[in-house]
């Protein structure tokens, strides 16, 4: 990206994971063009365009067999108010169970079932009610294993279901693969497998919010497939068009059945000129081998944070998966340092490399190029990281010194 001064910058944000293929790719940008001198919009109730069956065709290629039955709209929050909407149509059950640091939007229903952050949920109550907040298995911030933060996270899900919200009022667990807005969490496999195998025993739906894990980003397609663990819903937006607004709730027939007719739509859902942008993105996906990238890249990526981190004597952790990497920083104490994560990210700025900060206590640096991120933009990153590492330290050093005196 360059700034109107004409900087140039590396963007390690892909615009919150957005820019999957990179910024105006050929082939996407060629795609939008050719189809907006076509048709631009057919509310897809009454015209079946043709981007529509194909993206339909597309997507039930790289979906689970059993999620075949699609619903689009225009943001991840809306695609997640469909999901919300349907589990309680599906199970005629009024709650749901989420977990502590997900994120899934800004609409009311989306923001009642998102504890990343107080900001997205404070200042216009009430909020909707029957929604649930179970522990996520963030195992650094606990001090624990992983296996004893999933045991845990777990456990507290029984007691939930025992003590609040009984199985038969329950119509769904949310969650996200690797928390996103949360600072970068691996769900890891044992706890999916422990929420489906709920799910299955209980008779409620496991939903898996995919807007940012999916396409590709956790260098495997859909972030559920490290696990192996398939929802029975599932929400994917952002990367899949390289940037036009479009989502996608995928389920099966037999679940988007009970939506009763008209209770899930909208004007703009299934744009064609978003269509062709998914289109061709799942395009440029498969043939420059980005899912391959993403995995690769990604090990390189977090080998080099970790390097930073011991040459510059950082306590935290680093994390992830593919191109989906935090880095949660923590004082000498061990507590979270939110305020070096934000000298970090503004130095890095001014190195020409933009980073995003996140983690419900903002202590956590996350990196998600483009997909398409090559070698020497790796390095560069690294570079000027540590640069920006070295720069922020250094003036952290200074304020304790300004304190003293
Ligand atoms: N779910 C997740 C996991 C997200 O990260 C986001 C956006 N950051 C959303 C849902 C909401 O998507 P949107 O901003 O498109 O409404």
């Known amino acids: 990206m360059f700034g109107e001064d004409g900087q140039r910058y590396l963007d390690f944000t892909a615009g919150i994971g957005v820019t999957s293929t990179g910024h105006c790719h050929p082939a996407v940008v060629?795609?939008?063009?050719?189809?907006a001198g076509k048709l631009i919009h057919g509310q897809y109730v009454t015209v079946r365009h043709r981007p529509l069956l194909d993206l339909c065709e597309r997507l039930g290629q790289v979906l689970p067999a059993p999620l075949q039955s699609l619903?689009?709209?225009?943001?991840g929050s809306e695609a997640m108010e469909a999901a919300l909407r349907l589990?309680?149509?599906?199970?005629?059950?009024?709650?749901?169970?989420?977990?502590?640091?997900?994120?899934?939007?800004?609409?009311?229903?989306?923001?009642s079932l998102t504890t990343s952050s107080p900001r997205f949920r404070t200042g216009y109550a009430p909020l909707m009610s029957g929604?649930?907040?179970?522990?996520?298995?963030?195992?650094?911030?606990?001090?624990?294993?992983?296996?004893?933060?999933?045991?845990?996270?777990?456990?507290?899900?029984?007691?939930?279901?025992?003590?609040?919200?009984?199985?038969?009022?329950?119509?769904?667990?949310?969650?996200?693969?690797?928390?996103?807005e949360g600072g970068f969490v691996p769900a890891g496999t044992a706890f999916l497998q422990g929420l489906r195998e709920r799910a299955d025993r209980h008779g409620f739906l496991l939903v898996m919010d995919e807007v940012q894990t999916g396409f590709g980003r956790t260098g495997r397609f859909w972030g559920h497939q490290h696990s192996g663990v398939e929802p029975d819903i599932l929400v994917a937006a952002k990367g899949m068009t390289s940037g036009l607004p479009l989502s996608v709730m995928a389920t099966s027939e037999k679940l988007m059945a009970a939506?009763?007719?008209?209770?899930?739509?909208?004007?703009?859902?299934?744009?064609?000129?978003?269509?062709?942008?998914?289109?061709?993105?799942?395009?440029v996906i498969e043939r420059e081998e980005l899912v391959a990238n993403a995995a690769r890249q990604g090990r390189?990526?977090?080998?080099?944070?970790?390097?930073?981190?011991?040459?510059?004597?950082?306590?935290?952790?680093?994390?992830?998966?593919?191109?989906?990497?935090?880095?949660?920083?923590?004082?000498?104490?061990?507590?979270?340092?939110?305020?070096?994560v934000l000298r970090v990210q503004q130095a890095a700025v001014t190195e020409g490399l933009l980073l995003q900060i996140g983690g419900p206590l903002r202590n956590v640096l996350r990196l998600l190029p483009a997909l398409t991120v090559?070698?020497?933009?790796?390095?560069?990153?690294?570079?000027?990281?540590?640069?920006?590492?070295?720069?922020?330290?250094?003036?952290?050093?200074?304020d304790r010194r300004e304190e003293r005196v």
């Open 259 to 283: 939506a009763p007719a008209g209770s899930q739509g909208g004007t703009y859902g299934g744009n064609a000129v978003a269509c062709a942008a998914a289109l061709a993105t799942l395009d």
């Open 87 to 111: 589990a309680r149509q599906a199970t005629g059950r009024p709650n749901v169970i989420v977990f502590h640091g997900g994120f899934h939007g800004r609409t009311v229903g989306a923001a």
């Open 71 to 75: 619903f689009f709209a225009n943001s």
């Open 131 to 180: 929604v649930h907040i179970a522990p996520f298995p963030t195992a650094y911030r606990y001090g624990w294993s992983e296996d004893a933060a999933i045991r845990f996270a777990l456990q507290e899900l029984d007691y939930l279901l025992a003590t609040v919200t009984a199985p038969e009022d329950t119509a769904a667990l949310i969650v996200e693969p690797v928390l996103g």
């Open 300 to 340: 390189s990526l977090a080998e080099g944070l970790k390097r930073i981190a011991a040459d510059h004597d950082i306590t935290g952790d680093v994390r992830g998966l593919g191109l989906m990497l935090g880095w949660e920083f923590s004082d000498a104490q061990g507590q979270p340092d939110p305020a070096t």
């Open 30 to 35: 060629d795609a939008i063009a050719e189809q």
């Open 374 to 398: 090559n070698d020497d933009q790796v390095d560069e990153a690294l570079r000027a990281l540590s640069r920006a590492v070295a720069t922020a330290t250094g003036q952290a050093h200074a």
